[in-house]
């Protein structure tokens, strides 16, 4: 049974000016077009409110990326607002289903959108579905601008759904969704997928623009590839975390695509779409086997785009290190986290020893990979002191070349949300935002202003000498006079390291 002729639009509500293809949607479009569906993608992307600051604006401002902007390298925001964009798209090709992609800090534009075809065919269903549609599902099921909610994964929702939608029959029974009808049907789990039994990516629904990805001054026409799916850790501020409780059943979330599988994608796609770099999506790219890792250091260099890998620090041997170099790995974010290990025992499920931290740091230091430390600030009940045992075991890599420093946000479907909420330090209704950005928490005792602070002056803290400290502390504060100090420190530091 086929879902042929279907119109189905699929929506993906994007932070402004964040490019990367999102390997969900895309997946999601390859599946509907096998079915005979007609798919479009109404994408948010270069819809970019006024004074909104971008999350890679956000990045350089604290110093933790090169400064690079899209107009400068040609590609400029579209005119309009998002919103009459979307409604004339709709009006004018009339989709029969409409599915919205969305993750908490996107959920306000998803309502946006929704109301602005608030009065087009009600018989049309409108489903979200992605990580937010998954773990605040109770939360908004009860929302008019929604009909449906995919709880898990897409592939067989959306397939099964519009196959009933094409053949005329009301949706009911199918696995992972939440329907509406009066009441909410709540339907079970589907088995997860093999990630090799999916189709590959379908890219035409998106702009030539969308593949840009500016660094170090220039574009890399940049592809996503699914290498697996979720993580084998349970890290407690980390969707992950959610996902494989809501799939303990299945054995968790945690899923490896076959490297030749993976492989085949990628030199097809490097071909037709002239790709130049790779965004490899794995969240712990050096937690696997030695087999698989030894597999795609043989096949990789076919592939040969360069790209960038995040890795736990305990997966960092010399033996791992010197097979990314020899397959063209670029650099390597390393997740910190936070600098004290009893805290990130209990606050986060990471029980490796600072001193193991800094011998993989040491590691990486000898090879010519670009180093990245991934920190995270203003956890619930961290303190001041804590984050300074953050910037304290920065101190010790012996070479990091960006230090990186993310605010905390309490994301649905992670345990640090419910310890936020259990603390008071957030109402259950709440959305979280974006973590390049800014808290939503209200702790006692550390301010959203004292992060923000704490977070600009990140690097400063950990590559200057301490004997700049008081000045640097000065430089936190949101004022005319720490702004003009911020700034001076911030030229100083970019001139000495880069
Ligand atoms: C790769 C990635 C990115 C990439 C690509 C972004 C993208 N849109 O895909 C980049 C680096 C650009 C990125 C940016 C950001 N990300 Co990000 N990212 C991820 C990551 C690691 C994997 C996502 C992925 O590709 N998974 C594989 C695909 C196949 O799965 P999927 O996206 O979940 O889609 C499936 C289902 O969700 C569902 N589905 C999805 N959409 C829809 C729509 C419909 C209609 C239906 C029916 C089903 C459906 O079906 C899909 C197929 O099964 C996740 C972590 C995670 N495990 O989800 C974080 C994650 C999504 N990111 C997160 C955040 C916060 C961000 C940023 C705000 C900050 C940042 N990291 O810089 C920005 C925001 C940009 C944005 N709007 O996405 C958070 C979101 C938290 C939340 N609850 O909202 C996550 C969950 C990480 C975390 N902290 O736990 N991200």
């Not at 909104?52 to 040609?74: C, N, Y």
């Amino acid at each position: 049974m086929s879902a042929n002729g279907l119109r189905v639009l699929l929506v993906n509500c994007n932070t402004p000016m964040d490019n990367l293809i999102p390997a969900g949607v895309s997946l999601l479009s390859a599946v509907l077009k096998a079915e005979g569906c007609q798919v479009r993608c109404f994408d948010t992307t270069f819809y970019r409110p006024a004074d909104f600051v971008t999350g890679d604006e956000a990045r350089a401002m604290t110093l933790q990326v090169k400064r690079t902007s899209f107009s400068e390298l040609g590609i400029h925001p579209k005119p309009g607002a998002a919103e009459d964009d979307f409604r004339a798209l709709v009006a004018g090709w009339e989709p029969d289903l409409i599915g919205f992609s969305v993750i908490e800090c996107t959920h306000r534009l998803a309502l946006d959108l929704a109301r602005a075809i608030a009065d087009y065919r009600p018989e049309v269903p409108r489903i979200w579905g992605n990580v937010h549609a998954t773990f605040a599902a109770e939360r908004i099921v009860g929302a008019p601008e929604l009909d449906m909610l995919c709880v898990g994964e897409g592939e067989v929702a959306i397939r099964e759904l519009a196959r009933a939608l094409a053949h005329g029959r009301r949706p009911s029974g199918i696995p992972n969704l939440w329907i509406k009808n009066g009441g909410v049907e709540r339907n079970a789990l589907a088995p997860l997928v093999r990630l090799d039994d999916l189709p590959e990516q379908d890219w035409e629904i998106w702009e030539r623009e969308r593949f840009f990805k500016p660094m170090g001054g220039r574009i890399w026409v940049t592809g996503t590839f699914e290498m697996n799916r979720g993580c084998p850790y349970s890290c407690m501020y980390c969707v992950n975390y959610g996902l494989n409780r809501l799939y303990a059943e299945q054995g968790g979330y945690f899923r490896e695509k076959s490297i030749p599988v993976l492989v085949r994608e990628m030199l097809d796609k490097k071909k037709r779409y002239g790709l130049e770099f790779a965004y490899l999506v794995a969240e712990s790219f050096l937690t696997t086997t030695r087999q698989r890792l030894e597999q795609f250091a043989d096949l990789y260099p076919a592939v040969g785009l360069p790209f960038w890998v995040e890795a736990r620090p305990e997966s960092i041997t010399r033996e791992k290190v010197a097979l990314l170099e020899r397959c063209g790995c670029e650099g390597i974010s390393i997740g910190v986290e936070s600098g004290s290990h009893e805290f990130r025992r209990r606050f986060m499920n990471r029980n490796i020893p600072n001193d193991k931290m800094v011998r993989a740091m040491g590691i990486l230091a000898d090879s010519r990979l670009r180093v990245s430390a991934n920190n995270v600030i203003g956890f619930p009940t961290e303190t001041r002191d804590l984050i300074f045992e953050t910037i304290e075991l920065n101190r010790r890599f012996p070479r990091v070349n960006g230090v990186m420093c993310a605010i905390y946000n309490p994301y649905h479907g992670t345990r640090l949300r419910e310890i936020a909420e259990a603390e008071g330090y957030i109402s259950p209704d709440e959305v979280a935002g974006d973590y390049r950005k800014e808290t939503i928490m209200r702790m006692p005792h550390l301010s959203p202003d004292e992060i923000k602070g704490l977070q600009r002056t990140f690097p400063l803290y950990v590559k200057l000498p301490k004997a700049r400290w008081p000045e640097i502390r000065r430089a936190e504060a949101p004022t005319p006079e720490g702004d003009r100090i911020y700034a001076a420190l911030a030229q100083e530091y970019t001139e000495r390291h880069g």
